[in-house]
């Protein structure tokens, strides 16, 4: 906690949304606050809410289908909870399989294949891929890479085929 509120720590994640955002980098600045209807989760609330930042940026597209898909790295500049997924539903690109914050509804697909890759991903398509930590004494920064799991494997290369894979720079479990 106190590495990410110095600004030594960083976190990268990698989403499957639901929609294509409308420029391959974004930074996303909208306050959060927690929702009071609904404990569990946050919500843009930009008089009463903390500063949140999160930046993007498009590692592919998907074609084919009436709603397309797009694959992101997002990159924590803070650290609330649920930040990314309350900040892309909020930009109107909804997390694959995250019921909280708005799924963009796997029918709307209009490809078979690839609805079954989202229903295969019983989970938010959602993946915390690299985070870099300083050394608690060296101070020295470590990083430390998480693979990518089948599921969410299985999910990019159905919807971005090979190139999804090679443009994250991940390997697969």
């Known amino acids: 906690v106190r590495s990410m509120a110095a600004r030594t720590m960083g976190k990268e994640y990698l989403a499957v949304v639901y929609g294509t955002p409308a420029h391959d980098t974004a930074r996303v600045t909208l306050a959060l606050a927690k929702d009071p209807a609904h404990p569990a989760r946050v919500r843009v609330a930009e008089a009463s809410g903390r500063p949140s930042e999160t930046r993007f940026e498009v590692l592919a597209r998907s074609t084919g289908g009436r709603t397309r898909l797009a694959l992101l790295r997002c990159t924590l500049v803070t650290g609330r909870m649920h930040q990314i997924r309350a900040h892309l539903s909020a930009m109107g690109l909804p997390i694959v399989g995250d019921t909280v914050y708005g799924d963009g509804g796997v029918e709307a697909l209009g490809d078979d294949a690839l609805g079954d890759a989202c229903r295969a991903c019983a989970r938010q398509a959602l993946h915390a891929v690299r985070v870099v ?41």
């Open 133 to 173: 930590v300083p050394h608690p004494v060296t101070q020295v920064p470590l990083t430390i890479v998480a693979p990518l799991p089948d599921d969410l494997r299985v999910l990019i290369e159905c919807g971005f085929g090979g190139s999804g894979l090679a443009l994250m720079g991940v390997r697969s479990c």
